[in-house]
Each structure stands twice: as structure tokens, then as C-alpha cells.
């Protein structure tokens, strides 16, 4: 369990310099968004390649960024129910819906859409706009980012088996499921004992 726990943080590692690096790429959607503005309203000149990079670059943090919030574990869930049950029953459907859902879907997602990529690649597709801007750089970021996803989705099952084993904390106190003061006090007396 020691080595997978080590690829676990391996793979959070990454993940976080990911959902971290993409910070930027929102500045530069905001920066790249305010001078196509300035260019359309101050000298009547637009660019439909200017809005098709911010949407690029959009499509890039939510592609590149799920790792990064499941990571943080701050996915939608019905917090409301889950509460009610202990960490345990809530251990057993993280890993549920991590190995019924999540990896299926990263999956398929992965298969369905490489060969769209492939095509875009292969034929130079380009966006009907005039001005615009080559497609398969936008295409390549859904089976990169669920491949990233997928990878992210590992981590967090070697987290939960830890936990269950008793030689990892709690991995569901990121990102304010579940993370109260008694909790993260729990967390810390279990890295203390490792």
C-alpha cells in the first residue's frame, strides 16, 4: 500500500501544478477578451480568432481543471444526504461511483472523442469563421483532460483503500465536504502516527 500511496501523491502532485498553471490561462481568456474590446469599440477592428482563443482557452480550464477539483474534492454532491452517513459509507460510495461512473465515463469520453481529433488533424479542419482558427488543438483537450481526470480519479481510489486500510487519512476533508475542525484534527493525529 506504501508504493501506491507514493504514486497516489505522484499523480496529486501533478495535478496540482495542472490546476494551478491554469490560473494563467484565465488571465490571459480576461486579457485577451479586454483588448479584442478596446480593438472592436475604440478603432472598429474585430477578430473572430481573438474569440475563438478565449473560448480555447475556456475550454482548456474546464477540460484541464476536473482533475483539479476532484483533487480538491469540490465536485457537485448531495452533501445534504452523504452527511448523514459515516465516513466509512461514504468511503464505500466515493469508490462506487469513482469505479461505475467516473472511470467509465473518462473512458468512453477518451474513446468517442479521439477519433474526432484524429480527423480534425488529418483533414486541417478550421472554423467556418472567417479568421478562424484551426480545430484539432481544441478537440485534443477532451481526451486529455478526461485522461487527466481518469488519472486524478486513480488517486483518489488509492486515497479511499488507504483510508479503509487504516494507513491514510481521511481523503474526503479537501474542499469542504465533511471538513470540520474536530475532522481535521483526526487527520492530523493520523499523519502524526505514520
Not at 14 to 43: D, E, H, Q
Not at 50 to 55: A, D, K, N, S, T
Not at 180 to 186: G, R, V
Request: aromatic residues 12%.
Amino acid at each position: 500500500m506504501g508504493i501506491l500511496l507514493k504514486l497516489s501523491g505522484l499523480i496529486d502532485g501533478l495535478t496540482r501544478l495542472i490546476g494551478k498553471s491554469i490560473i494563467w490561462l484565465i488571465l490571459a481568456a480576461a486579457v485577451i477578451s479586454a483588448l479584442n474590446a478596446i480593438a472592436r469599440k475604440a478603432f472598429n477592428v474585430g477578430s473572430n480568432s481573438f474569440l475563438e482563443i478565449q473560448w480555447y482557452l475556456f475550454s482548456a480550464v474546464f477540460m484541464f481543471g476536473a482533475g483539479y477539483t476532484l483533487l480538491q474534492n469540490a465536485h457537485v454532491r448531495i452533501d445534504a444526504v452523504a452527511n448523514n452517513f459515516s465516513k466509512r459509507t461514504r468511503t464505500f460510495i466515493d469508490i462506487g461511483g469513482i469505479l461505475i461512473f467516473l472511470l467509465p465515463l473518462c473512458y468512453f469520453m477518451i474513446d468517442f472523442s479521439w477519433p474526432i481529433v484524429e480527423a480534425a488533424y488529418t483533414s486541417g479542419e478550421v472554423s467556418s469563421n472567417s479568421g478562424g482558427l484551426i480545430r484539432w488543438p481544441v478537440y485534443i483537450m477532451v481526451p486529455i483532460g478526461f485522461g487527466l481526470l481518469a488519472l486524478q480519479a486513480v488517486s483518489e481510489l488509492i486515497k479511499r483503500f488507504g483510508y479503509l486500510a487504516g494507513k491514510a487519512p481521511d481523503p474526503t476533508l479537501h474542499g469542504g465536504h465533511g471538513d470540520t475542525p474536530t475532522e481535521q484534527h483526526e487527520t492530523d493525529a493520523a499523519k502524526a502516527t505514520q
